[in-house]
Structure formats: structure tokens, C-alpha cells
């Protein structure tokens, strides 16, 4: 297997036959820059409906780019020659709640009620804050962002239930403005904060210590900001610990066809 | 002279009439609430090239609705059929910086080169936010919004230069978010916020003694949002004590035609 290149990896499509030929394992962000990447998360049919409806009762933490038809491994809408079997570079099996494989092809787990989900991340939303000079601190630092979960419910569907969980960027008062602005025009991936100022309103005890993700510093002349996220839905599902369920593995996203700029509303 | 009932005065032209006819002299705050208001600057043609420059290079303090012909009295773009010399409550006259005067009609002083701006004002987008569900804190406690002056210089043309000037409203984290969302919105009426959150770095010593309007409280859970005021520009045509300027009386608007949804970008 040769190693793959990031640097040759600039289109989806690109990314996508990487991963199927088994070349590229890691993570993806940076990689195809223009591109949504997305959450992905495989369920049985008979836990479909309930999701989805969380999906639809949340749409803040878990956008959905694009919903499969019951066993075809193919997201019409976001990649149509793709194939959510082979083309992300690591995924996580979950039995009961329990992790049982991490492997770089679910070929062999595929089941013709699977229905896929993909759920828009919010790299999509930091390319277009980048773009408008807006430093982001996760990236600055080459580290994750820092997630959190508050004390904010998710409306529950079916089986689906746990809370909000959301990614906080520390930002200066004008770039926090302008961020408002610029995320509030991408709604599929999270849109516009859902709260500033004031860990403790929703449940942050320490700002210093995430629940996902790595610490990042927030200076005295700087607003933490809160955005939903995509590990809200995946928590859910974790939660609820359905017979089976495919995900990605984390930061192993699925990259789409769709331009973030094709995103903006 | 009657003295007319506040209820009657729901259309622009209800009230330009009654304040033509010398009835309403009083401020506008509150009438008429579906059309924008604007605040008025009648300067002669030697300083109307530098203050619309000015506003053109300060957008946010100075949003300008209309510029007349040089010597005509109607607005034609925002309310055809308006005559800016008898149309608003009441007037201020300056001359080199003095208040001389503050009638409720300027034709005795109004001369063949005279340039009127009408500059938005903020009631057009306390509208959008009070239509949204977001409470206004000064309008609350039926107060005048607290003002302050920055230490952020405006850019100067001519003769105009000095301090933007801020208005405050408090509000709660998902508030602020939405008022900086539909603010946004209305470009043509101060825009978006220029700051939230931290009064000292844009040189406001005390939240609680504005230089203009009436202090309003700030609670603990609440962020000090700021947004660029249209006093911005009275200040900067006041400081340039130009040979004779007049403008509007405090709180008493020209009452435009122009719908505040109509100025929903």
C-alpha cells in the first residue's frame, strides 16, 4: 500500500478513491478544503424513523446533508458516485453500545435495511470564517476543537434522547459579531451559535476542561462561543445503544461533492 | 390649534400632515410604527460634498436613506411627496456651532443651496427586534436608549470628523445572537452591532452613565450589545461648526414612506 499523499488530495473525489483503495486511513480535515465533509452514522431500518425524527427535532446539532434510500450505499444528493461502504477512511462498529471493530471498509457488515446518514459538520463553517480573516483558535493551534455538554435537553424521538453538545471558539467582540453573520448563512452545518458569553448558563462548569476534544485558551478580551454540534446526534445514538450501528471514526469524516461555499445561504 | 391624538397618526403621511399643519410638535417616537423614521442634516451646498463623504465613509453611524437635489425640499426617494422644511415636529438651527433657533418650520430660513440627508435610525430595526420577541430595555422603561462616545474615530472628510457614537441595548446570550441576526438584516439602519461585551475597548469608562439618552440597567446574565448611533454624524456636523446647519430636534423624526420590512436586506 503506498502512502498517500494530503497534498494530492484536493477533490472529493480524490479523498473518496484514496480511502476505497485502502491508501488513506487518517484523519480529514485539511484534506479537499472546498469540500463538506460530514458525520456519517448507519442504522438498522427499524431505528431509521426515530432518528431521523431526532435529526428533524434537532436540526441545530445534527443538519442532515443527506439520507440514503433503505440499503443502498450510495448518497444521491451529496456524492452520487460514491459508495458510504468504502469511502471513508476508518469507522467504528458499535454492538449494544460496545465498540467491536474500527475498520477501513464495512463491506462486510452491510445489510440491506442499512440507512445512512450524513450530517454536516461545522469544517464547513470554519473555511468560511478563515475565508473572511476570522482566527479560529483550534486551528491556530493544530489541536481539536473543545466540546462540551451542557445542560441543554435535545428534544428526544423514540429512543433518541441526551443532550446538547456543543464546540466553543474563543473570539475577539468584532470577530464574534462577523462569526454570527457568517455561520447564520450556513444553516446545514450548524449555523449560527447558540449561545455567547456565559458558560455557566449552560451547564459549563470549566471552560478549561472538555468533554470532547482539547482545551484551547480563552484570553480576558475574548467572548467564548457556542455552537451545536456534530457529537450531539452521535452521543444520542450512542446513548440509546441500538443493536448495531455504523459511524465514522472520529475526525474521519465523510468528504462530499458539495462545496462548503454551495452551502451559504 | 387642536392638539392631535397620537392613535390618529398611524400613516407617514398622517403625521407629516400634522406636523405640517403645525398640530404635532412633539417627538415620533411610537408613531406611525410600520415606516422608518430618519434623522435630518440641511447643510448648504459648500459643505455638502465633505458630509456626504463622510457618511459615505462611516456607513454605520450614517446610514443615508435620501439625499435631495440641492435647493428642493422633497425626498423623492423615501417620501415624494414630503416637504422637509415644514414636514418633521420640530427643528434645531445652528449656526457656527450656537443653537440659535428650534422652530416647527424652517421656510423663513431655507435657501436655494440647501442639501438635506436623511439618516436611518434605529427605530426601524427595534421594530424587526420587538417583532422577533427580543425585549428592548429602554423601550421597557419608556427611556430614551442610552449613547455613548468611542475611542473609535470616525473617518474623517473635510471638515467632519470625531468620535463614532454607540447606542446600548442589554441583552441575553440567545438574544444578542438573534438581534445580530436580524440587525444584520438592515444595513440601511446602523447594521449590525459594532461591539458586544467588553464597554472598556471601545473607551466607555461607566455602562451606567451614557453621554446621551438615559442609563439603563445591565443585569449578570445579560451582554452589553452596541451598535453605531445616528448621533454619530450630528456630533461630527456639531464639532464642525459649520456657518449655518439644521437639523432635526431630538426625537423628532422625518417619518419617511419607506417601510422598516421594506429595509430588510
Known amino acids: 500500500m503506498s502512502v498517500q499523499n494530503r497534498s494530492s488530495l484536493v477533490s472529493a473525489q480524490q479523498?473518496?478513491?484514496?480511502?476505497?483503495?485502502?491508501?488513506?486511513?487518517?484523519?480529514?480535515?485539511?484534506?479537499?478544503?472546498?469540500?463538506?465533509?460530514?458525520?456519517?452514522v448507519i442504522l438498522p431500518q427499524a431505528d431509521a424513523f426515530d432518528f431521523l425524527l431526532?435529526?428533524?427535532?434537532?436540526?441545530?446539532?445534527?443538519?442532515?446533508?443527506?439520507?440514503?434510500?433503505?440499503?443502498?450505499?450510495?448518497?444521491?444528493?451529496?456524492?452520487?458516485?460514491?459508495?458510504?461502504?468504502?469511502?471513508?477512511?476508518?469507522?467504528?462498529?458499535?454492538?449494544?453500545?460496545?465498540?467491536?471493530?474500527?475498520?477501513?471498509?464495512?463491506?462486510s457488515y452491510w445489510k440491506p435495511d442499512f440507512v445512512s446518514f450524513l450530517i454536516g459538520c461545522s469544517f464547513s463553517f470554519e473555511a468560511g470564517l478563515?475565508?473572511?480573516?476570522?482566527?479560529?483558535?483550534?486551528?491556530e493551534?493544530?489541536?481539536?476543537?473543545?466540546?462540551?455538554r451542557t445542560n441543554v435537553a435535545c428534544q428526544p424521538a423514540g429512543k433518541f434522547?441526551?443532550?446538547?453538545?456543543?464546540?466553543?471558539?474563543?473570539?475577539?467582540?468584532?470577530?464574534?459579531?462577523?462569526?454570527?453573520?457568517?455561520?447564520?448563512?450556513?444553516?446545514?452545518?450548524?449555523?449560527?451559535?447558540v449561545h455567547l458569553g456565559f458558560p455557566e448558563q449552560i451547564g459549563i462548569q470549566d471552560i478549561n476542561k472538555p468533554d470532547f476534544g482539547d482545551p484551547v485558551p480563552v484570553a480576558p478580551d475574548e467572548i467564548p462561543v457556542f455552537w451545536a454540534c456534530g457529537?450531539?446526534?452521535?452521543?444520542?445514538v450512542m446513548a440509546a445503544k441500538p443493536e448495531l450501528v455504523i459511524t465514522h471514526s472520529p475526525g474521519c469524516m465523510f468528504v462530499t461533492d458539495l462545496l462548503n461555499e454551495s452551502l451559504r445561504r
Open 130 to 139: 478563515l475565508q473572511a480573516g476570522i482566527p479560529v483558535r483550534h486551528i
Open 161 to 193: 434522547h441526551g443532550p446538547l453538545v456543543v464546540s466553543m471558539r474563543p473570539l475577539k467582540s468584532a470577530d464574534a459579531i462577523r462569526a454570527i453573520q457568517i455561520t447564520s448563512q450556513f444553516p446545514d452545518v450548524h449555523g449560527a451559535p
Open 15 to 40: 479523498v473518496r478513491e484514496s480511502c476505497r483503495a485502502g491508501e488513506w486511513t487518517n484523519q480529514t480535515s485539511g484534506l479537499a478544503p472546498s469540500f463538506a465533509q460530514a458525520n456519517l
Open 231 to 236: 457529537v450531539t446526534p452521535q452521543a444520542a
Open 54 to 107: 431526532f435529526c428533524k427535532r434537532n436540526p441545530k446539532p445534527c443538519p442532515l446533508l443527506d439520507v440514503t434510500e433503505a440499503g443502498s450505499p450510495v448518497p444521491n444528493k451529496s456524492a452520487p458516485d460514491a459508495d458510504l461502504r468504502t469511502d471513508l477512511p476508518r469507522y467504528r462498529v458499535w454492538r449494544h453500545g460496545q465498540l467491536v471493530d474500527e475498520p477501513t471498509d464495512i463491506s
Open 141 to 148: 493551534l493544530g489541536c481539536n476543537v473543545p466540546m462540551f
